[in-house]
């Protein structure tokens, strides 16, 4: 198994997506913020273009990961009830322990396993997590997230997104290590991360995430943020 990143003594080998969690879910956020530039930022804006008067009872976040956009998302709507969703054992009672609250539901899940009734969620939110399925995955999932949102429902994500040529892409990647080692990642944690990606990611570009979302039925769909890799979607049913 993977070291803590705690320890700064990264292995660099084969493991599954759930295992790979398991094993930095106590440096998670650390690294994070290392690693993704605008961190912080890009978490917020997923609640900016919400309108003054949306208020919703229920959520679904794909991915809460250790609980950073988990928290915001009880923090803005405490009332509501949440059902948060992960791969990982490990990252989902990190969760538990940062937030405590009885409108949390939790679920140990791959995104292509859930299973929800349709027109229950007002609200579908995730973080960097959906890039983890390939196309063909993605685009049924979003179909899938379509059919749970409620009326008027509202699904706000951002992600890790590829270039539309090789050149930008490429270039992003670059500008994103730059960042990283000027936040003090060591080359062998980016060596993880980029060992991580190679095996479990699958990015796919901005056009294809709005032709896929617009494809499932929403009405509107919108990018309203991007930097680098890291672009936020906001679409409405």
């Known amino acids: 198994m993977l070291k803590s990143i705690t320890e700064m003594g990264y292995v660099i080998r084969s493991v599954d997506v759930d295992t790979f969690y398991d094993s930095i879910y106590k440096s998670y956020t650390e690294s994070i913020r290392r690693c993704v530039p605008q961190y912080d930022e890009m978490l917020k804006s997923l609640f900016i273009y919400l309108k003054p008067d949306f208020s919703p009872e229920k959520i679904l976040e794909l991915g809460c990961g250790t609980g950073n956009l988990t928290q915001l998302v009880h923090l803005k709507f405490p009332n509501a009830s949440i059902t948060a969703v992960d791969i990982s054992a490990e990252c989902i009672g990190e969760c538990k322990s940062r937030i405590s609250s009885s409108n949390i539901e939790y679920v140990k899940s791959d995104f292509k396993e859930i299973d929800f009734s ?11 997590s959906i890039h983890h399925l390939k196309d063909s995955d993605k685009e049924i999932l979003f179909e899938k997230l ?20 090789k050149f930008i892409y490429q270039k992003h990647i670059e500008r994103w290590k730059e960042f990283a080692i000027e936040q003090g990642a060591s080359n062998d944690e980016w060596a993880m991360w980029m060992k991580h990606q190679q095996e479990h990611d699958y990015h796919s570009t901005l056009a294809n995430h709005l032709h896929w979302i617009k494809n499932a039925g929403y009405s509107l769909v919108d990018c309203t943020r991007k930097h680098l890799l890291w672009t936020t979607i906001y679409a409405e049913k």
Not at 118 to 128: A, Q, W
Not at 146 to 165: I, M, P, R, W
């Open 118 to 128: 349709d027109n229950c969620f007002d609200l579908i939110v995730s973080s960097i």
């Open 146 to 165: 379509y059919k749970y949102q409620s009326a008027n429902g509202v699904l706000s994500f951002c992600d890790q997104f590829k270039g539309e040529t």
